[in-house]
């Protein structure tokens, strides 16, 4: 199978990060580069990948912080997330020092994302869902031949994201959740945010939040 990922802790809020590659083509793309940006490069040059693009799932300074700086450093291209994050975006420098954070550069992603837009990487395509209700530009990426989803904050193993920050809604979580990740399978293994992997089953059959669902 040639779709292969990592994921890569970053940032003091321990914020899943993941390199994504092409078994076939060694090309790679990061999700969510918060920070720590030397780790995540020496895994890149390490396996021998070639860095293309930048994929966001939303903006918030633990999964968006050192997207300008990698961007600006290896000139890549910032694809995601939804527009909806563009106030995230543009609060980033206040966002870094709310939470103690690095500076963040600003920057303008290179594309919008939308539901049922196609993210590629060498041989690999992956499909987006719009799913807001933790910020209301977030997005995930599946990659159905592996049946890996990435989805951010929007679900966690045994929790959803919170939705209690500016534009946050739950009923609007829960619908995604619902309506955009339970589709997809139960069978589906998702990457979170923060935390550990969970399948879509699992969750449906546990977690308090959408047990049931």
């Keep these: 199978m040639p779709f292969q990922y990592q994921t890569i802790p970053v940032t003091a809020f321990a914020q899943n990060c993941s390199i994504v590659w092409c078994a076939d083509t060694l090309k790679a793309a990061v999700i969510d580069p918060g920070g720590d940006l030397p780790k995540l490069l020496a895994f890149v040059e390490a396996q021998g990948l070639s860095l293309e693009q930048i994929w966001l799932t939303h903006a918030h300074i633990d999964h968006a912080g050192g997207t300008g700086q990698l961007a600006r450093e290896l000139g890549l291209p910032i694809v995601g997330p939804h527009e909806g994050d563009r106030f995230w975006i543009d609060g980033l420098p206040q966002q870094s ?19 049922g837009d196609e993210v590629s990487i060498g041989h690999c395509t992956l499909h987006v869902r719009h799913c807001p209700g933790h910020t209301p530009g977030h997005v995930v990426f ?26 946050g809604n739950f009923d609007q979580l829960i619908g995604s959740i619902t309506q ?32 049931g669902t």
């Design 97 to 115: 020092r709310m939470f103690g954070f690095p500076a963040a550069e600003p920057f303008e992603p290179t594309r919008w994302l939308h539901d």
């Design 142 to 167: 599946f990659e159905a031949a592996s049946r890996r989803a990435f989805v951010g904050d929007v679900l966690f193993a045994g929790g959803i994201g919170r939705t209690d920050f500016p534009q």
């Design 180 to 211: 955009r990740l339970w589709p997809m399978g139960d069978d589906v293994t998702f990457i979170p945010g923060h935390g550990e992997e969970s399948t879509f089953g699992d969750e449906r059959r546990h977690n308090p939040y959408v047990r």
